[in-house]
């Protein structure tokens, strides 16, 4: 592959990628299948989901969510808060995203004023 993949795929990163999919949110619940096979193997490393804020409306993605929180073994879920999708994002997941990011600017301002 001469180029980067806009989703995981096996041809760009065999080593990380071990399946090849289309929509971002799978990537909770597929982690949760992979949290599943690993704890019956009796593994503790941990697995890691990476998720845009824009894919978090999307039911797949809560139900990982709900699954990952019920195993409750080693996992990492990276949300890529980037205030970015195909449409506008609406509901109150997004504006208490949007809160956050707004508070963290509003700290990251403070501490450089404070460090100046």
Known sequence: MDRISGYSSPLESPEY???EIGHT????????GLMKGRDIQGGKENVIAVIGDGSLSGGE?????????ELGTNAIVVVNDNDMSIAENHGGLYKHLR????????VRKTTSVRSA
């Not at 993605?61 to 929180?69: D, H, Q, R, W, Y």
């Not at 809160?99 to 509003?106: A, D, I, K, N, P």
Request: charged share 20%; net charge negative.
């Open 99 to 106: 809160e956050l990011r707004e508070s963290m600017v509003r």
């Open 25 to 32: 949110s799978t990537s909770v619940a597929l982690s949760a």
């Open 61 to 69: 993605a809560f139900e990982g969510l709900n699954i990952v929180g």
């Open 17 to 19: 990628d071990n399946f």
